[in-house]
């Protein structure tokens, strides 16, 4: 809840830092994702005043999430080169990423796959 007071009594809303995106006073999130990680304003206007702005930052802690983004299958000719991304995006960072290949782990060994 961001409160604020005033003559005339402020209007008083949240906005996302550097957006136009504005949100009802208090602040709620039913069920928060790493998305809405960020910093976040308290706004306060009145006419005739500037706006007072006060700021907070929500930091999301949470269990790894696979990014969704990239090709679902890559082809290659045999003997040549390839490279795969895994994002990730979790808070602590992920300790390791493991791949796999027909459900058996693939072991990354010099710069190469061996599975």
């Known amino acids: 809840d961001c409160i604020a007071e005033g003559n005339p009594k402020p209007s008083v809303m949240w906005r996302r830092k550097g ?3 504005y949100f009802k006073n208090p602040l709620a999130f039913s069920k928060v994702e ?12 009145s006419m005739d005043f ?9 930091d999301v802690k949470g ?5 969704r983004e990239g090709p679902k299958s890559v082809r290659a000719k045999e003997g040549s080169t390839v490279s795969l991304t895994c ?8 300790d390791e990423v ?6 058996r782990e ?8 061996q599975g």
């Open 19 to 21: 957006t136009d995106e």
């Open 34 to 45: 790493y998305t809405a990680e960020g910093a976040y304003e308290c706004v306060a206007s």
């Open 50 to 58: 500037p706006e007072t702005i006060k700021e907070t930052y929500i």
């Open 63 to 67: 269990k790894p999430e696979v990014d």
């Open 87 to 94: 994002g990730v995006t979790s808070d602590p960072p992920a």
């Open 98 to 103: 493991t791949w796999f290949a027909n459900e």
């Open 106 to 113: 693939v072991n990354v060994e010099d710069n190469g796959l």
